[in-house]
């Protein structure tokens, strides 16, 4: 027992100890009660202090308590909370401490669920998931839409797309990453190698480092260009000077002076208004040049051209005139300027006042905004300018005169004119037809029959188109008129005094036209030939009033012409149809006729059916031979007989298809050969002919410069025989591709998705 | 007196060597070449009349597999190297410029489904039907050493096709599932399944790498993401597509071949209209293959002949056949867009100019000039009716030109009964149907 007493010591000692090693958090079971079973376990710890005694076990024993921290006999843990459980603690009522919020909270939250929610079904879930990857990959792909627009639209594309870096290693780069692989090479090498050749040279020696950073090559090709546009502008003015130099013309110098003197002028006064004191000097030298010119003879009539100008004064006025001019031109150079002082005035006083300088020194300080004298506008100067533009404008005349007088054109031009005068009095009409908007119902019915009776000319005269080919616009309007005149009653409704002298004048054309027609075409219609000679009487019985007269015919021809189109649509219903029209009809009618006031439909037509009937006809063919066989040259013309010898009639074509239909053109020029090679529809991508025959028109190396021609046939992909094109790259068209590889991206495990996650995900996939 | 001389620079007509051309002085005043578009009218007649004459696109027939060649792929890293896979399990490697066979190997029993390289052009990898994927090298054994594979994974089912990853160590196979693979591990790491049916494709997309494309038996394509291991979309056509291809240039568009004659370009994020519908073949379309340009495509057809086709156009611009080719089932354009290849059941894989009449070899620069010249006036005068019909006119075996005929009349037949339906029926109650519409049946999230 002995052993056990000295044992048990031991233990006790070790126990105190162990309380004291342990830390304070630990919860000590103090109740130790005596019986077997504790012996036992007295016996087992006594074994472990001893065993642990040469201290390397003692961390073991620690453990020990363990167990009595998890099992707490209140089965609350109370972890955490550092505290110990005393038994006073658990006799009061149990209230909120801190260690019991923790538990609580989460028995709330426990409480407030209700019923976890089901997972979704597997396949609506691989669903969501499907589509938010759509949306997500196509959202990734929609960054190539540019790219692949500009692409398909590209003029050109060059591939590889992707050109290799051309970059310039220097020559050591190069020789250090090079073995030498034939035996030839490496007998160089060791040859080179015996002789000490600088292997690692420095790739450049300063003197070259400092070229190089000297100057980029950007600024100088910019410095470069800047001169080369410094030349170029200079010797454009030299050039320039040089040309104006080498003009002979009196006129054109004279009027660059007053141009120049001009300008300087101006330059002048913006100067006193800018710098008072840079002006100031300028009037300084201003007077100098006045003592220069005093000092000089210029301008004394003692020069030659003066003294043989003074021979001729006798007899020629101007001579004496440009004498006189010349001096009083001195005397406006050497009058010295009265108040020099005083600019700070006033302009309007200062243009008074200024100096006068002669031409010697305008020409130099033009440029250095120096006064000129030669501002001055006196009368006499402004006359000689009147003479000048009016020598400039004279050339230009005659030519407009002769262009009108050759006989050829006469006929369009006037007509054209008239077309004009036609244009303008519609306008007015129109006007006129507003204000007299009440009466068309009036009007209507005494027009209709004019306009039948005008439509059986107008067929007439179709026929006479048809048969003969040989009328002439000029007709049409002869035949109208005398449908016109007709009707003079109408007319004086018709208020257009307003522009009087212009209709006047083309009335008088008319008659011309009319005369013309008649000279020209035997074969007029009567009704008009009479038409025209009733008028000249009227107009010579009527006298005073005629001109106003006729400027109303003319006026109705316009109009009839414009009411003709209708009538000629309802050909074949009869007249009483339209004396039955109601009168919104009517109105209608008015309106229609109101918008298309003006159109002379049927004349275009004429005329153009006209033009096509000559267009289609076989050509004589005139073989003769000027000075063949009698004598030639200006003026002369072969004769009559030889002409009519040598010309060869062009037989008579087969008839026209349109011959017997007066209101339709039927085009024969067609060519059933060439129609063979001709696009017969417009093929798809073109809306209208237009665009494809713009396209047809670039033509190629014959009519195109090499570069020109290089551009137009530029083909529009390019590739190399022998490089393998890659697929487009993010790279190359300047995206950044993923860092990650696409291998470290996937994603093994889709997670579960409860409802809540699905709605989230659909609205998503919604935006 | 001054008296004006005439007096030429030499150097304005001159020739430095005698090598130069004459210098000729043109005016280019207008009235002095008059007749400007009958002229060249004239010239693209020509154009024309010898762009048919030249029309030679024939070049080689590499002969020398037993059986039927069933696939084929092109070595990303040298265009002289092909590969074809027949149908009794052999490899063959081919070099053309000698336009020989410079390696033969055993890799499969039974057919080789499907070839496919690396995108570092250092091994490829072949599938066949004895469940097997190899990965073989590209260079040949040394002498002495086996012809053996680099690694072999031997799977549960048969695989029906082999798409290598763009950049990456990845590869996808397809059989009864899209499997993308490791090249380092011997399981899939990732399998994506969308319905059961045998696919009968997979092909990566180029651009965007981690997309994938498939088609499968079931009628549908399906679209595949890598990254997110998840299929995005399908698409229902009318039949079977056979094979699918991606535009090497557009990222979101790919073709399919199907076996309604038809092949159909579709927008990857538009599948419920095809972009166009290309039809021209008179049977089942069998492979497809993008130009690296992206501008046209190749096809090949059980009607024993390949056609090239705009992306763009509906209608074919050339089609090649020969008295000999057979069956057409594999199809490739060269990596340079210069030539294209053709395996076809007669056991011959056949090279040929992608442009028929283009003259191979260095052009002079007066050669490319005239050729470009020629080539813009054909464009400029297409649709004039002579030219049109000229370089439009191809000789058909008369199979072909029978079926055309009889597909014609077929489909007008067709069109008029829709005609008569709508006439004849309450108006707006049956609408016709687009071309592009018609074919698919229905696009499944």
């Known amino acids: 027992m002995n052993a056990n007493q000295a044992a048990e010591s031991l233990l006790a000692s070790n126990q105190q100890k162990e309380l004291e090693d342990l830390p304070k958090d630990y919860p000590l079971s103090t109740s130790e009660d005596e019986g077997d079973k504790d012996e036992e376990r007295k016996h087992q710890k006594l074994l472990e202090s001893i065993s642990s005694l040469n201290g390397k076990d003692r961390q073991k024993l620690a453990d020990r308590s363990e167990a009595s921290l998890k099992v707490s006999e209140f089965s609350v843990s109370s972890e955490g909370s550092g505290e110990k459980l005393v038994l006073s603690d658990l006799l009061e009522p149990v209230k909120t401490s801190s260690s019991l919020a923790a538990v609580k909270k989460q028995l709330n939250r426990v409480k407030s669920k209700k019923t976890v929610e089901l997972p979704l079904h597997r396949e609506e879930i691989e669903r969501i998931h499907r589509e938010v990857a759509f949306n997500k990959s196509s959202q990734i792909l929609s960054k190539w839409d540019p790219v692949v627009l500009k692409n398909r639209q590209a003029e050109q594309l060059v591939f590889p797309l992707s050109k290799p870096q051309s970059a310039f290693a220097p020559i050591e780069h190069v020789v250090n990453g090079w073995k030498a692989g034939t035996p030839l090479e490496q007998e160089i090498f060791n040859l080179l190698h015996k002789n000490k050749q600088p292997v690692t040279d420095p790739l450049l020696t300063p003197v070259e480092k400092a070229s190089l950073k000297a100057m980029s090559l950007e600024e100088v090709k910019m410095r470069r260009a800047e001169l080369q546009r410094a030349r170029a502008l200079q010797s454009y003015y030299e050039a320039r000077a040089r040309r104006e130099k080498r003009i002979k013309s009196k006129k054109y110098h004279r009027i660059l002076k007053k141009g120049k003197a001009k300008q300087a002028l101006k330059d002048f006064e913006k100067l006193q208004k800018v710098n008072p004191a840079a002006a100031l000097e300028e009037l300084e030298k201003l007077d100098k040049a006045r003592m220069m010119e005093r000092m000089s003879l210029k301008h004394q009539n003692s020069g030659k051209w003066a003294k043989s100008k003074a021979i001729m004064a006798k007899y020629d006025l101007e001579a004496r005139q440009a004498m006189q001019e010349q001096l009083a031109r001195n005397k406006e150079l050497t009058q010295k300027v009265a108040a020099s002082e005083s600019e700070e005035e006033g302009e309007g006083q200062e243009e008074e006042e200024e100096p006068l300088v002669p031409d010697l020194v305008n020409e130099v300080q033009i440029k250095a905004n120096g006064l000129n004298p030669w501002m001055f506008r006196n009368h006499f100067i402004d006359a000689k300018e009147a003479e000048v533009q009016k020598d400039l404008e004279d050339p230009a005349e005659p030519e407009a005169q002769e262009t009108s007088e050759s006989e050829e054109e006469k006929a369009v031009v006037e007509e054209e004119t008239l077309l004009k005068e036609f244009e303008e009095r519609r306008s007015l009409r129109q006007k006129s037809e507003l204000n007299h908007m009440a009466e068309p119902v009036h009007r209507r019915v005494t027009k209709d029959p004019s306009s039948q009776e005008v439509l059986s000319d107008l067929r007439a005269l179709c026929q006479k188109l048809s048969t003969e080919n040989h009328q002439s616009g000029k007709q049409e309007l002869s035949s109208a008129r005398t449908a016109q005149r007709e009707e003079p009653a109408r007319e004086e409704e018709e208020p257009m005094l307003l522009q009087r002298p212009e209709r006047a004048r083309t009335l008088d054309e008319l008659e011309e036209l009319g005369r013309e027609g008649c000279v020209e075409n035997e074969e007029l219609p009567r009704t008009a030939v009479e038409g025209l000679q009733l008028e000249k009487n009227l107009s010579n019985h009527i006298g005073a009033p005629k001109e106003k007269k006729r400027k109303e015919q003319m006026i109705d021809l316009q109009n009839l012409l414009t009411t003709k189109s209708p009538s000629v649509k309802s050909l074949a219903v009869p007249t009483t149809v339209q004396e039955l029209e109601d009168e919104e009809e009517r109105d209608q009618r008015q309106i229609i006729k109101e918008a298309f006031a003006g159109d002379d439909v049927i004349r275009d037509f004429l005329k153009e059916k006209r033009e096509a009937v000559e267009a289609s006809k076989p050509k004589d063919l005139d073989l003769t031979l000027p000075g063949w066989g009698e004598w030639g040259g200006i003026g002369l013309k072969p004769s009559a007989k030889k002409r009519r010898r040598f010309l060869i009639k062009a037989p008579e074509g087969p008839p026209r298809k349109d011959k017997n239909l007066p209101n339709v053109i039927i085009n024969e020029k067609r060519n059933t050969h060439a129609a063979a090679h001709q696009v017969q529809v417009l093929p798809h991508p073109f809306t209208h002919h237009q665009q494809f025959e713009r396209t047809i028109q670039t033509p190629g190396s014959t009519w195109n410069t090499q570069r020109a021609f290089q551009k137009l046939t530029m083909p529009k992909v390019v590739t190399k025989p022998g490089h393998i094109i890659k697929p487009i790259k993010a790279e190359d068209v300047g995206y950044r591709s993923s860092s990650r590889s696409d291998l470290s991206v996937i994603q093994r495990n889709p997670k579960r998705l409860s409802i809540r996650h699905k709605k989230h995900l659909e609205n998503n996939c919604v935006d | ?445």
């Open chain 2, 1 to 445: 007196m001054k008296v004006k001389m005439l007096s030429r620079n030499p150097d304005h007509y001159v020739r430095e060597t005698k090598l130069d051309l004459q210098r000729v002085p043109r005016n280019y005043d207008p009235t002095l070449h008059p007749f400007e578009v009958p002229r060249e009218y004239i010239r693209a007649l020509n154009a024309a009349k010898l762009e048919r004459v030249f029309a030679k696109p024939f070049l080689a027939s590499l002969d020398g597999h037993r059986d039927g060649v069933n696939c084929l792929a092109k070595n990303p890293k040298s265009l002289a190297t092909v590969l074809s896979g027949a149908c009794d399990g052999e490899v063959k490697i081919w070099n053309l410029t000698k336009r020989k066979c410079i390696r033969t190997i055993q890799a499969h029993e039974g057919f080789v489904r499907g070839i496919c390289t690396r995108f570092c052009g250092t091994s490829f990898f072949t599938v066949g039907d004895d469940k097997t994927v190899k990965q073989w090298k590209m260079d040949g054994p040394s002498c002495g050493e086996e012809e053996e594979p680099l690694h072999t994974i031997l799977g549960k089912t048969v695989y029906t096709g082999i798409d290598h990853h763009w950049r990456e160590a990845v590869f996808a196979t397809c059989g009864q599932q899209v499997d993308i693979w490791d090249e380092q591990r011997t399981s899939p790491i990732c399998s994506m399944t969308w319905g059961f049916d045998s696919i009968s494709s997979v092909k990566f997309n180029p651009i965007e790498t981690f997309l994938l494309g498939s088609c499968a038996s079931d009628r549908n394509i399906v679209l595949y993401d890598m990254r997110q291991a998840t299929p995005l979309k399908k698409v229902i056509l009318d039949m079977r597509t056979n094979t699918i291809c991606w535009n090497p240039m557009e990222a979101f568009i790919f073709t399919a071949a199907n076996e309604d004659y038809n092949l159909y370009t579709f927008d990857m994020r538009a599948l419920d209209t095809p972009v166009m519908v290309h039809m021209d073949h008179v049977s089942a379309v069998l492979d497809v293959d993008y130009s690296p340009t992206g501008r046209e495509f190749v096809s090949a057809s059980f009607d024993k002949s390949i056609r090239i086709f705009p992306v763009d156009k509906s209608r074919s611009r050339e089609v090649y056949h020969t008295k000999r080719m057979q069956h057409v089932i594999c199809v490739k354009w060269t990596a340079d867009s210069k030539y294209i290849m053709c395996g076809s059941d007669e056991m011959n894989i056949r090279l040929w100019k992608a442009n028929a009449s283009e003259k191979l070899g260095v052009l002079t620069s007066r050669e490319r000039a005239a050729t470009d010249y020629n080539q813009k006036l054909k464009e400029k005068f297409q649709h004039h009716p002579y030219i049109k019909r000229i370089s439009r006119h191809r000789h058909l075996p008369k199979s072909i030109y029978s079926q055309i005929q009889e597909q014609r009349i077929m489909k007008e037949a067709r069109r008029r009964k829709e005609l008569n339906r709508i006439k004849h029926s309450k108006p707006g109650s049956v609408q016709m149907v687009s071309e592009k519409k018609k074919h698919v049946v229905a696009v499944v999230k």
